[in-house]
């Protein structure tokens, strides 16, 4: 198994998200658009995961090319986004949001897929190379933060690109997974295994999920900064989440011996909810922050395994691109619904109340999963 390859390649795609979820809304506001027009334009990236990875999931199931497609998607993803230093205006932000993400998009379902084609019976190992991508993140988080507070945001595109040609560089040197050999039973279409009981209901929590973690990307770090917390302290805030969550995939193997997906699942949506009545009411006290940022390890952590893991297992071989496709997808329009309603709210209801109804639709996550899904 080509370990530090895989884990080089989760670094840098993660490394590119530390920038994101941080810090793009932040440098929205610094080019003077209002809450709500910052929540467009961070849902439109998530809007198009709605639609790029069953695409390309689709298209790497069919072909079969999956390096291909997460090579050409990094090129494309750099090339687009590099339009930003052009204008500045709305509408093109919007176009350079859509299409850059469209190709960024199809990146991690299929690298997914073949991180697992390479782990094949080593599945439980898989959190081992994901925990890289934390890294990455938390990295990006800390030395970003520092440049934005010294260099200020104007630096901001610039560090985005860089990042995004590291990936570039890194999907080079991936190898192709092994083939598996093809079966085409009866049962192996698509919409067979999605109509396995409770896989219909955890996409369908995999939504909610997503939508109730919208405040928390959108408007976590304009939230902390109008309660005195500096830049660079708030990027070591987003560290600590991610530290917990490496934490947590250190532990990872051992609870998928003693724990089903569903108790995991089920947990982590029931702290989701606990974390986003924290950081909505009682932000302003500095323990109750860094409980809340450890919670990471729950609320991203064990759910994203487990839920890599119960896709894994209802999916066969031939439709894991497509079934780590819909994961994404279902996960793209809850982070855009997400976005879109956070950033409508925010100057209307405020803090606490959007961050409630995130809450809420967490605590009705952990509910359908408990009643809906199977013991796995």
Not at 126 to 136: A, C, T
Not at 317 to 338: E, I, K, P
Not at 352 to 360: E, K
């Amino acid at each position: 198994m080509p370990y530090w390859r895989l884990s080089g390649f989760y670094f840098s795609y993660f490394a590119l998200l530390g920038g994101v979820a941080p810090f793009l809304a932040l440098y929205f506001e610094s080019l003077g658009f209002s809450a709500a027009r910052i929540g467009e334009l961070v849902a439109i990236p998530m809007l198009m995961r709605c639609l790029a990875p069953n695409l390309w999931g689709w298209l790497g199931d069919a072909t079969g090319q999956r390096l291909l497609i997460v090579r050409f998607g990094a090129l494309c993803t750099a090339l687009c986004f590099a339009a930003i230093f052009y204008r500045q205006d709305y509408w093109w932000l919007a176009g350079v949001m859509a299409l850059h993400s469209f190709f960024w998009h199809a990146i991690l379902p299929q690298f997914e897929a073949i991180t697992l084609g390479h782990l094949r019976e080593q599945a439980s190992r898989y959190s081992q190379v994901r925990l890289w991508g934390s890294v990455g993140f938390i990295l990006t988080v800390v030395l970003l933060g520092e440049v934005l507070e010294r260099f200020g945001m104007s630096a901001y595109p610039r560090v985005l690109l860089a990042v995004m040609c590291g990936i570039v560089l890194c999907s080079l040197v991936i190898p192709q997974p092994p083939r598996l050999p093809s079966s085409h039973s009866a049962g192996d279409g698509l919409l067979r295994q999605l109509l396995r009981p409770g896989v219909l209901a955890f996409f369908f929590c995999v939504a909610l999920m997503q939508l109730s973690h919208g405040p928390y990307y959108t408007f976590l770090t304009i939230h902390l900064e109008s309660l005195g917390y500096s830049r660079s302290f708030i990027g070591l805030l987003w560290a600590l989440g991610v530290l917990a969550e490496i934490l947590l995939f250190l532990l990872m193997r051992p609870l998928l011996a003693s724990c089903s997906l569903k108790t995991l699942l089920v947990v982590s949506f029931a702290l989701a909810a606990l974390r986003w009545l924290l950081l909505g009411n009682l932000a302003d006290s500095l323990l109750t922050l860094l409980f809340a940022q450890c919670l990471h390890a729950a609320t991203f952590g064990a759910f994203h395994v487990a839920a890599i893991h119960f896709v894994q297992r209802s999916f066969s071989a031939r439709l894991q691109g497509q079934g780590q496709a819909l994961y994404a997808t279902l996960a793209g329009v809850g982070g855009a619904l997400g976005a879109l309603y956070s950033g409508y709210a925010w100057d209307s209801l405020g803090a606490s109340w959007t961050f409630g109804i995130a809450a809420l639709a967490a605590a009705v996550g952990a509910m359908i999963l408990a009643l809906r899904l199977q013991r796995v």
